[in-house]
């Protein structure tokens, strides 16, 4: 059983340039499998430190907040808040991405529960929204298991790899934002 107590999250830096890199690479056809490809152009350590240098812009300006999940200093996964939204609503998109090998021990639960509580504690978001495909079992289960529901579903709304798949919508709120 993978010791889940050794997961850290951290906003990614210039130092994490290479190993980000070689993260996306090695998870590349993976990701894919699951979420619209990324441009080709993506796959370089001056894109990746772009991306980066991006990602701590919008951390400033409470646009989008990107963390790396490391494993004893390992890059495992990424997760996201992203469309940040305030000052009446208070809520994010949540999204996540968790490397081939590391999917199904654990691993995804508890990167999404560890941005649950950087979300609704310092962050001070009330809501949290995310879509998944229903094909995504996994992603589903993750939802669950971190208090998400699914509060909708559209149909045929998303084309991706030559088909229309519907999509389903999961919330989670902070406790003192209940309706």
Known sequence: MPNLDRLQLHPPTSADIPGLLAFELENRAYFESWVTARAPSYYS????AAAIEQSQRERQQDITHQ???????QIIG???LTA???PYFNKAALGYRIGAQFGGRGYATRIVALLLEEAFGKLDLWRLEATVRPQNLGSITVMQRNGFHQYGQSEKAMHFQDEWTDLLYFERRKAHARA
Do not use: S, T
């Not at 350590?45 to 990746?48: G, K, L």
């Open 45 to 48: 350590a001056d894109a990746i």
């Open 67 to 73: 963390y790396l999940a490391k494993l004893d200093g």
């Open 78 to 80: 990424r997760v996201n």
């Open 84 to 86: 940040v939204m305030r």
